[in-house]
């Protein structure tokens, strides 16, 4: 693993050592196990075990499914080489190591060849593994790997997996730390939003070569490709990408291609990155950007208590005061037995400082652009109002009203049920 320039590489300069060149004498010699599936040749110094000697078949699983979803015809004939090594001293003197491969903390790829240091856990060695392999299969079948975000985050997003009773799943949105053991991304996006870290869309997107020894970068760079590829409004587009990765204007593409787009990733991102939660569920959080229409009367919307936010369908205007009646019950948590909530919330747990279940309100505002570039106020996504069972506003910034009710992302599923919020003009209106 690692943030470095790639773009320069081709396919063609890439080394594709056969596998008959490798010297199994001074394999022997330094006590190196060579274990071959259809797509890797691994060599490592491991003792025998169940989870080291089916690498392979986890790399072998792994290849259709990069080639479906980077759309590229199978080649059975593929193959990288790779080492996984406890002993480096052993590989640089069985010739496994060239000059060319620097000290690296984790990980590296080259061409057809990756090369890893044994992890303290079978998922993280797995992991490692999943994301060089990825890094090879792009520079190697798509002939680059784009620019750092696209590369690292794509590494990442196909090197989180599930292996289970010989099926591997690639994407994989953890359901809690336990499954991901040592991979800690969303930590290092939580910990960076508690200390108001939080790294714009251009910013990611701006990731740069570096060998800081941080893994918060590779945090960012999968966070913003699980969201593109997991959002229904984003995945088709951002799906395509593998195809730009030889251009050296991957991130003009990446605007052509998303158009206006951009301006509803650059909201949606940092709401999306703020509330990043362990089985966080990115259809059921995904901003609706539907314009509103003019509040000209008293409405009454349903919201439904196991989605994000929702697209009231109302526009509200800067300085003109709203009043919010909210009544219902609704099922905010399940263990041995239901919680039952009303849109007051409940005090015996909070979320993000407040009480569970409580309802909140947020205006997406018209000028997205500008929007992106300023930091949060009282109403914004980032910083909703407490509505509760009722309350007055008046907005700051004009925009479409969005409702929901406090949750982790991670936690809706076990929702159930809605509640009614009636909204109209506030008493300072009547007057």
């Known amino acids: 693993m690692r943030l470095e320039p790639r773009r320069s590489e081709s396919a063609a300069a890439l080394s594709t050592e056969p596998v008959g060149a490798i010297d199994d004498d001074r394999l022997a010699t330094q006590r190196i196990r060579r274990l071959d599936g259809r797509h890797l040749t691994l060599l490592t110094d491991l003792p025998s075990s169940e989870p080291v000697d089916t690498l ?65 856990n079978d998922y993280y060695r797995r992991h490692l593994l999943l994301h060089e392999g990825t890094h090879g299969f792009m520079a190697t079948r798509l002939g680059g790997m784009g620019p750092h975000w696209y590369m690292e985050g794509m590494a990442e997003l196909l090197g989180t997996h599930r292996w289970k009773d010989g099926v591997l799943r690639l994407g994989y949105f953890p359901a809690d730390r336990g499954e991901v053991p040592m991979l800690g991304r969303i930590k290092l996006v939580q910990e960076a939003v508690a200390d108001d870290r939080l790294r714009t869309l251009d910013d990611v997107l701006n990731i740069g070569p570096s060998r800081v020894v941080s893994n918060e970068p590779y945090a960012w760079c999968w966070s913003l490709c699980t969201l593109l590829n997991a959002h229904p409004r984003y995945r088709d587009t951002f799906r395509t990408l593998g195809r730009e990765v030889t251009s050296d204007a991957f991130n003009e593409r990446v605007h052509a291609l998303f ?42 919307v349903t919201v439904d208590a196991a989605r994000g936010w929702q697209n009231t369908g109302l526009h509200v205007e800067a300085g003109q005061p709203l009043r919010f009646e909210a009544s219902g019950r609704y099922q905010i948590a399940a263990t041995d037995q239901s919680w039952m909530c009303e849109p007051g919330g409940v005090t015996i747990r909070y979320y993000a400082g407040r009480p569970l279940g409580v309802l909140l309100a947020a205006a997406i505002p018209d000028d997205l652009a500008d929007a992106a570039r300023q930091p949060p106020r009282e109403g914004d996504l980032r910083m909703p109002l407490v509505v509760g069972l009722g309350r007055e506003w008046t907005p700051g910034r004009s925009g479409t009203l969005q409702l929901r009710v406090n949750d982790s992302a991670g936690e809706l599923a076990d929702n159930a049920g809605e509640l009614k919020v009636k909204i109209g003009g506030g008493a300072s209106a009547a007057d």
């Open 56 to 120: 392979v078949d986890v790399f072998d699983a792994a290849y259709p499914l990069w080639c479906e979803y980077f759309q590229v015809e199978a080649d059975t004939e593929w193959r990288m080489f790779g080492c996984v090594m406890n002993d480096r001293q052993r590989f640089e003197r069985a010739g496994l190591l060239p000059d060319t491969v620097r000290q690296f903390r984790e990980g590296y790829s080259q061409g057809h060849w990756l090369w890893l240091y044994d992890q303290p």
């Open 259 to 300: 158009g206006e787009r951009m301006d509803e990733l650059a909201v949606e991102w940092p709401a999306f990155a703020a509330s990043l939660e362990h089985a966080a569920d990115v259809e059921a959080t995904a901003l609706d950007f539907t314009p509103g229409e003019p509040l000209a009367a008293t409405t009454e």
